[in-house]
């Protein structure tokens, strides 16, 4: 039971550490760049361990991110709001509810113009990642609503 006990403490304290409040508006901007990565890692619903591998090596070689996060924490982060998203895209309704909560998250807390044209130029590459060189329809819809939150 125990072991239990300290699994929950650590993932507690993971969350707490990467939660947008307790970080400075530098690292906020990075968490922002891989939250648009995720929500479009998982906009058909599901992530599959090519896309997870794409966005990855795109998070690993982004020049901003780089800056802010170490690989570690980058990936920790991106680890994170991937499981969150896949528990909550258990239904439509709290799908959609999440996306929503994750787009204004990225809205509440990067307020700098040029972050957020990083931002959005950034989805349009997650987005352009896949096998087809173009973002599919599903990913589409989530960087409109990036753009759209935040344009």
């Known amino acids: 039971m125990s072991i239990l006990k300290?699994?929950?403490?650590?993932?507690?304290?993971?969350?707490?550490r990467f939660a947008p409040a307790s970080l400075t508006p530098e690292k906020r901007f990075a968490r922002a760049l891989i939250t648009s990565s995720a929500l479009i890692t998982m906009a058909d619903g599901s992530a599959e361990e090519s896309e997870i591998e794409q966005a990855?090596?795109?998070?690993?070689g982004h020049n901003s991110i780089k800056q802010y996060?170490?690989?570690?924490?980058?990936?920790?982060?991106y680890s994170e709001v991937v499981e969150e998203l896949v528990a909550a895209y258990k239904n439509s309704t709290s799908r959609l509810l999440e996306v929503n909560k994750r787009v204004a998250e990225i809205a509440d807390t990067v307020k700098d113009a040029n972050w957020r044209r990083e931002i959005i130029e950034f989805a349009n590459v997650m987005g352009a990642s896949n096998s087809r060189g173009r973002a599919g329809a599903d990913e589409q819809a989530i960087i409109d609503k990036i753009k759209n939150a935040i344009g």
């Open 69 to 77: 996060l170490s690989p570690a924490e980058a990936h920790g982060m």
């Open 56 to 60: 990855s090596q795109i998070i690993a």
């Open 6 to 16: 300290n699994l929950g403490s650590a993932l507690a304290a993971g969350a707490k």
